[in-house]
């Protein structure tokens, strides 16, 4: 048998764990890092995932260095924004997303030598192209707003 005040008191503290629930989502959603809200940051993670996916079919036909050398690469372009965004200048802030840039260039490279070793199809290397090359203009847009002066 249940106590009244017992029921009422579980019934109470249930409530209580759903609204800290929905609390702490609210917070974890507004305590995002800086890299987390760039729209660049946001299309090369995913892009990433792509890059990943293509380096895990390439595994399997024995290209381990090259496949391994494409996940270093595409992980560069998101660690390299992320990283930068925690610099103390603009200038520095920069610097990591000409590194990231660069290593844009570097998966580009990869993918056309994956291609022309049949490991992907030339409409797989045209759409990561395609994807990779609007990153590129995003990190350079990017760095040059960072070292525009501002008024």
């Known amino acids: 048998m249940m106590y009244p005040g017992y029921a009422k008191s579980l019934k109470t ?4 764990r759903r609204e800290l629930r929905a609390e702490s ?7 995002m890092f800086r890299f987390e809200k760039l729209d660049v940051w946001q299309k090369s993670i995913e892009l990433s995932d792509k890059l990943f996916g293509i380096a895990d079919r390439t595994d399997m036909k024995h290209c381990y260095r090259f496949s391994e050398q494409l996940r270093a690469a ?14 103390n200048s603009d200038k520095d802030f920069a610097q990591f997303l000409n590194i990231a840039r660069r290593s844009v260039f570097e ?9 022309r070793r049949k490991y992907i199809t030339i409409e797989e ?10 990153i590129s203009k995003m990190l350079t847009n990017l760095r040059k707003s960072l070292l525009t002066p501002k008024p």
């Open 13 to 16: 503290r249930r409530v209580e």
């Open 25 to 31: 989502r609210e917070v974890i959603e507004k305590e």
């Open 125 to 134: 290397l045209d759409s990561m192209k395609l994807e990779l090359s609007s």
């Open 107 to 115: 998966c580009v490279n990869i993918l056309i030598l994956f291609e």
């Open 74 to 87: 595409a992980m560069s372009i998101t660690n390299n924004i992320a990283e930068g965004s925690a610099s």
